[in-house]
């Protein structure tokens, strides 16, 4: 029958006994199918096949009451478990038809490759406890010794199958894991018994059985038991799970580091290294969820997650080199861009941040965005930089090519000027929110509110009523969409940047054409009051795959050339 592991119980007690009732039961189980396959034909079984198919069905039922499993499989189980002794003359159908359940039961649901190992080990081990019950079949075509050999090294080739499959490697998760030392068992304790059988030949089933019996129960076990987080890597973000909730430490390099936490972890939540300060995570401008700041020493240390009265351990690395330079302000969008990376499965060490440099396309779409201001002619342009290299370089630029289009650039906000905003994301926060401001007591910026493309994150659009930003991508195209739908299914319900779907497409893409799109936060379809919404419409504003939460985001140019 199945166990079903995937949900803990909420209680150790619960989950240990479950874990014990099933490898109890799934090893009396292939010693009963094992003996009964193996059992000359027309011999009455030995007193050995009643009490393993007694055990067999009391452990199935206890299962079916102590736990949640499937009350059809507890049948079929006990039936056939009966059946193997009871009928001598059908104890090799029923033994089969119980071993076919056995591959079933240890395989809990898996497919492909591992119910193929789950097969040939369950099956191999299970011959061999029936060769250690009844002994070898009396047969002239079955050589005990060879047979034992046969069977141990296919035992252990499976074993080493599972090994590679685990993802391990020959790191220290191996020794220092739970789930390393059960994969290491199903490997090394075949092999041991392989060796024993071409030494004593004819007693290798009796002498082996034990270490192939406690490679049975070390296979059963990886079902139940969780597979370890990756190591850390030096210098690479770090993106971890086993606090419960998704963490993002970055840069992972020692000195200054910040600890993300999605906004559905909660606030309550505070992050140091372990004998060292705990900080508090607090919301930061710009940003969504929250951030901790912690200094990591060089190499490895733990870091210690705190929500309420919960802590969680967190192995990080950071390495002995230096990280990059990175600010206060900048720092929540460097993490998100590297975000991006991890998302996409790629382990990219983190040697720079957005705000370090001006990239080529986002030069050329601020070009395109003050000559499409120049078009308008407004009085002039309100420009918010900052102190950054991208947003010291965006700024020249800024005032460069609105010198060519004969376009002012005042201190001032006037009520006939375009708010332009090239700064990081802290700067771009607080200039959005007191336009918004300014725009509520008294008319200012009529011309609008202008974004450089980096600044496409959720707070700073939605801290006014509408935002407009020249873009090289669609966020409504099934890419982008794409991108916000796995960035939010990997962390928590996080929204997306432009910074980590830059990062999450890679370095091999073609640059597009840009398009100034306008965010709002409107989320309705024009409608009759008495109009019936359509079948399957979405109502709810807050579903997947969006780029501003509770909002809209929609050109309202075409191609700038």
């Not at 075509?141 to 060879?146: K, Q, V």
């Not at 006037?414 to 200039?431: E, K, M, N, Q, R």
Request: hydrophobic letters at 50%.
């Amino acid at each position: 029958m199945e166990h079903d592991h995937s949900t803990p119980t909420g209680s150790s007690t619960v989950d240990l006994l479950a874990l014990i009732l099933r490898l109890a039961l799934l090893l009396s189980t292939a010693f009963l199918a094992g003996g009964g396959l193996l059992w000359p034909p027309g011999r009455r079984p030995r007193l050995a096949l009643y009490v393993l198919g007694g055990v067999s069905v009391l452990l199935a039922v206890a299962s079916a009451f102590a736990v949640e499993v499937n009350v059809v499989a507890v049948a079929i189980h006990v039936v056939l478990a009966v059946a193997v002794p009871v009928l001598p003359r059908a104890t090799r159908w029923t033994s089969f038809a119980l071993l076919v359940l056995l591959v079933l039961e240890t395989s809990l649901g898996g497919a492909g490759v591992e119910f193929a190992l789950d097969s040939v080990f369950v099956a191999g081990a299970a011959v061999w406890f029936g060769f250690a019950l009844s002994g070898p079949v009396p047969t002239t075509a079955i050589r005990p010794g060879p047979l034992a050999i046969t069977l141990g090294g296919l035992l252990v080739l499976a074993g080493a199958v599972r090994f590679g499959l685990s993802g391990l490697g020959f790191d220290r998760r191996l020794h220092s894991t739970l789930f390393g030392l059960a994969v290491l068992a199903v490997v090394v304790l075949p092999l041991v018994v392989s060796v024993l059988a071409a030494v004593v030949k004819g007693r290798a089933y009796r002498l082996g059985v034990v270490g192939i019996a406690l490679g049975f129960l070390a296979w059963s076990a990886l079902g139940a038991i969780p597979v370890p987080p990756p190591l850390p890597v030096p210098g690479v973000p770090l993106l971890a799970d086993n606090a419960g909730f998704p963490v993002l430490v970055s840069p992972q390099r020692p000195g200054h580091n910040v600890v993300h936490f999605p906004k559905s972890a909660g606030n309550d939540l505070s992050a140091g290294v372990r004998g060292g300060l705990v900080t508090q995570a607090v919301a930061r401008p710009g940003a969504e969820g929250t951030w901790a700041d912690v200094e990591l020493p060089p190499g490895r240390s733990d870091l210690e997650i705190r929500r309420g009265g919960t802590t969680t351990v967190v192995e990080v690395d950071a390495g002995e080199a230096p990280g990059p330079p990175i600010t206060d302000a900048d720092a929540p969008e460097c993490a998100s861009a590297a975000l991006g990376s991890l998302v996409a499965g790629r382990a990219e060490v983190l040697a720079s941040c957005p705000s370090d440099v001006l990239s080529p396309d986002d030069a050329g779409a601020l070009v395109k965005l003050v000559e499409f201001l120049g078009e308008r002619k407004p009085a002039g342009i309100t420009l918010v930089g900052d102190d950054s290299p991208r947003g010291a370089a965006a700024a020249k630029l800024v005032r460069e090519t609105a010198a060519r289009t004969r376009l002012a650039v005042r201190p001032d906000a006037g009520p006939d000027t375009a708010l332009v905003v090239v700064s990081g994301w802290a700067a771009g926060y607080t200039a959005m929110t007191r336009a918004a401001e300014s725009q509520r007591l008294q008319p200012t910026h009529q011309y609008g509110l202008y974004l450089a493309p980096w600044l496409l994150t959720g707070p700073i659009v939605n801290a006014v009523a509408s935002a407009s930003l020249p873009l090289r991508f669609d966020p409504r195209e099934a890419t982008a969409v794409g991108y916000a739908v796995a960035v939010g299914d990997r962390f928590g319900g996080e929204n997306p940047t432009a910074g980590g779907f830059r990062n999450w497409l890679g370095a091999d893409r073609p640059a597009a054409d840009v398009q100034i799109f306008a965010a709002a936060q409107v989320n309705a379809m024009p409608m009759y009051p008495t109009e019936p919404h359509a079948t399957g419409m979405v109502m709810d504003r807050d579903y997947a795959g969006q780029w501003v939460p509770d909002g809209t985001i929609v050109p309202i140019t075409s191609v700038l050339r």
